[in-house]
């Protein structure tokens, strides 16, 4: 059994095209699992709609996706973000709307808890911390918990009444214990300096987790969110990883 763990495509159809080219080199993946945030920042959300709802992902919403749909007020964005959900709320079909608004907000999977932001508030909460992820523990009644949101990927192990957070070291497999929060990166826009699409794949035969970094064509990414009139700084950004 083998899951590919991804989030935070945000529209961004190259890098996530990439991903799932690369992510053929480690066999049979039996389900892709997307954390949230399809939609938000680039270019072609209809495009990584219509590849996620082809392909019969197991997904849950994120906060932009929530936004796209009309389900939130994009106000409570920043200027940049709320114009691109704005302006890809517009080009996206009623069905695609409707399919993002339906999506849950957590799920369980086996031995795993899907959630954007954390299992405490899947919407909106940034785990970039132990303190922040010793919170969490109480909020999730499987062994591990999935989240994005953050765009970097790291990992949170139990500790009594805390936690010890580590970055994953790509291409090195990560033994999974005791209880774990868990964050594959973002697909398309990364923030840990970084600028390389991130993921996960998880080996169920072995309970292990390896994340992969993987190149991918920025500049075409950068070229679309300019060729719409989206906000410069979603495209620069690409390049530097932030």
């Not at 214990?177 to 964050?183: A, H, V």
Request: charged letters at 25%; hydrophobic letters at 40%; a neutral charge.
């Amino acid at each position: 059994m083998a899951y590919l763990i991804i989030s935070d495509i945000h529209a961004n159809a190259d890098a996530l095209l990439t991903v799932l080219e690369d992510a053929r080199k480690c066999g049979n993946i039996e389900k892709i699992l997307c954390l949230g945030d399809i939609t938000g920042y680039a270019a072609e959300p209809g495009a990584c709609i219509a590849i996620a709802r082809e392909s019969d992902w197991v997904c849950i919403k994120g906060n932009h996706d929530m936004a796209v749909s009309g389900e939130m007020d994009a106000r409570q964005f920043n200027d940049d973000a709320a114009g691109a959900a704005a302006w890809q709320r517009r080009h996206i079909s009623l069905s695609d709307r409707q399919w993002l608004k339906h999506l849950p907000r957590t799920l369980e999977v086996g031995d795993f808890t899907l959630a954007h932001g954390s299992p405490r508030d899947p919407v909106w909460e940034y785990v970039t911390e132990p303190r922040q992820a010793a919170g969490s523990f109480a909020h999730f009644r499987t062994r591990f918990c999935l989240v994005g949101h953050t765009h970097c990927p790291v990992y949170f192990v139990a500790r009594g009444r805390g936690a010890e957070g580590r970055l994953f070291k790509p291409g090195q497999p990560l033994k999974l214990e005791g209880r774990m929060l868990i964050n594959p990166g973002s697909v398309g826009q990364p923030r840990d300096g970084d600028p390389r699409a991130s993921y996960l794949v998880y080996d169920g035969q072995q309970g292990e987790v390896t994340n992969y970094r993987v190149a991918y064509d920025i500049e075409s990414a950068q070229a679309k969110i300019r060729r719409q009139g989206l906000p410069v700084w979603l495209a620069q950004r690409l390049q530097s990883g932030t």
